[in-house]
C-alpha cells in the first residue's frame, strides 16, 4: 500500500513523515486517556477513604509508569518506520 502510495505522490520520504507523526499521536492518545481515568479514579478513591491515601497513591504510581511506557513504545515504533 505505501508503495503505491509512493508511486502516485512520487515522495515516499513525505509519507514516512506523515506515517511518523500518525503514529506519535495515535500512541499518545491512548496513554493520554488512560491516565485521566487513572488520576481521576485515584482522586475519587482517596476522597472516600483518605486513610488508604499511601496506598492508593503507590497503586496509582504503578500504573502512571506503565500507561507512559506505551507512549515511549509509540515513539520507538516512529524512530523505526
Do not use: N, W, Y
Amino acid at each position: 500500500m505505501l508503495g503505491l502510495l509512493a508511486q502516485v505522490t512520487g515522495d515516499l520520504e513525505a509519507i514516512e513523515t506523515v506515517g511518523r507523526g500518525l503514529v506519535i499521536g495515535l500512541a499518545a492518545i491512548g496513554p493520554g486517556i488512560g491516565l485521566g481515568i487513572l488520576i481521576g479514579k485515584s482522586v475519587e478513591a482517596i476522597a472516600r477513604q483518605p486513610e488508604l491515601a499511601g496506598q492508593i497513591r503507590a497503586t496509582m504510581f504503578i500504573g502512571i509508569g506503565l500507561i507512559e511506557a506505551l507512549a515511549l513504545f509509540g515513539i520507538a515504533f516512529s524512530f523505526i518506520i
